[in-house]
């Protein structure tokens, strides 16, 4: 008997309208670039969010040099690619003084408060990526000025994604490290953003840029370039920790270790049923293990762990979660339990729990009480 062809479901859009085999390459796959198309596969570069009709129109597309601000309420702001304004120099303040401090420990905030600023200075790109996540944050502490300081972060965020595309396409090792940090920039501008729509379950064909695949891309993009990355500024968020997660000493484990009972195949499984199963194992395994290691003596942070699951479950869990196959879905779920134990952080707040009712949405009737641990778990 014939084996059936499983059809590939992470082709870019265009490639699947046209209907030709896309080679996958990024930013821009070979197909899109022979026939000046764009390319969705945009790595890591999160899309203009939308603003309403009205200030649509005041909008122009940038050059490669400037957004040309032609009207109010833009006309004040003048963001120039060689230039700061004094509007630009308050975000700047404001980062090096506070917004730089939510990234980090106190062991390594010199790296966010120094070394990425200095970084910033001879890197056009990753300055307005600075700027962007600055006054998103500035955004969250000063209400009254939450529209104005949106549109500048979206403003800052249009002006530093050209020159960051480029030189992804290019991986240039002198340049890298100003890249990850624009990289990195980009996962809480994502979450963050008033107009990004964060309660989404992550699917290879959304139109929108999902944190998901922000933290994915993320990792797969440290991971390429992590000898050259650990002779850098970012050499110490790198530590490999010898000792391997004991998931006894996690007091949460026994909820993880639930999820099992769902992955056991019955004698009548088909297939390839059976090996969506092992590959839904083998991502609820690393699950655990990340959940482990804050309980450890050398423990990686929550914060680590949230960064470093995406990008480590296989490209066959993506699609089994796109496909919406419940197993994968509670997976995800108990994932969301380490968003909510940062909660507090304030490009992170709300993100589980918007998720979490996705998830409780997409799923049957009798699915939902395997939800029901993360539901409840509280907010930190």
């Known amino acids: 008997m014939r084996r059936e062809h499983r059809k590939l479901r992470t082709g870019c859009k265009q490639c699947k309208r046209r209907r030709v085999k896309c080679d996958e390459a990024k930013p821009t796959c070979a197909n899109c670039i022979r026939n000046r198309l764009k390319c969705n596969f945009e790595f890591l570069t999160p899309s203009l969010p939308r603003l309403r009709h009205k200030e649509a129109r005041e909008v122009v597309p940038p050059s490669s040099e400037r957004v040309l601000l032609s009207s109010s309420p833009f006309q004040d702001l003048n963001l120039q690619s060689t ?13 090096t003084s506070i917004t730089c401090f939510t990234f980090g420990d106190d062991k390594r905030k010199w790296l966010w408060q120094k070394e990425i600023p200095q970084m910033a200075m001879t890197h056009d790109f990753l300055m307005h990526g600075l700027l962007a996540i600055s006054a998103l944050h500035l955004s969250t502490l ?88 650990r002779t850098g500024p970012f050499g110490s968020l790198l530590h490999r920790p010898t000792f391997r997660p004991d998931t006894v000493e996690n007091p949460d484990d026994v909820h993880l270790a639930r999820v099992y009972q769902l992955l056991e195949p019955s004698s009548h499984y088909p297939e390839e049923d059976i090996a969506v199963l092992e590959v839904c194992k083998a991502a609820l395994d690393e699950l655990r293990r990340l959940f482990a290691c804050p309980h450890e003596p050398m423990r990686t942070r929550v914060m680590i762990a949230i960064h470093v699951w995406p990008g480590t479950v296989s490209q066959r869990f993506i699609e089994i979660m796109q496909e919406r196959r419940p197993e994968a879905l509670v997976i995800l779920a108990h994932y969301c339990v380490l968003l909510k134990k940062v909660d507090s952080c304030w490009w992170l707040a709300g993100v589980g729990n918007r998720m979490l009712a996705a998830i409780y949405q997409a799923l049957e009737q009798d699915w939902r009480p395997w939800i029901e641990w993360p539901l409840l778990h509280p907010l930190y």
């Not at 490290?177 to 994502?190: D, E, I, L, N, T």
Request: hydrophobic content about 40%; overall charge negative.
């Open 83 to 95: 230039s700061l304004d004094l509007h630009s120099m308050e975000l700047l303040h404001h980062y």
């Open 142 to 229: 000063q209400p009254h000025r939450k529209e104005e300081l949106t549109r500048r972060a979206t403003l800052s965020e249009y002006l530093g994604l050209p020159s960051f595309r480029d030189f992804v396409s290019h991986n240039n090792p002198h340049n890298i490290h100003a890249v990850v940090a624009f990289a990195g920039f980009v996962v809480p501008y994502v979450c963050g953003s008033l107009e990004t729509l964060t309660g989404r379950i992550p699917s290879l064909d959304d139109d929108h840029p999902h944190w998901f695949f922000a933290f994915r891309g993320l990792l797969q993009m440290v991971g390429k370039s992590w000898i050259v990355l």
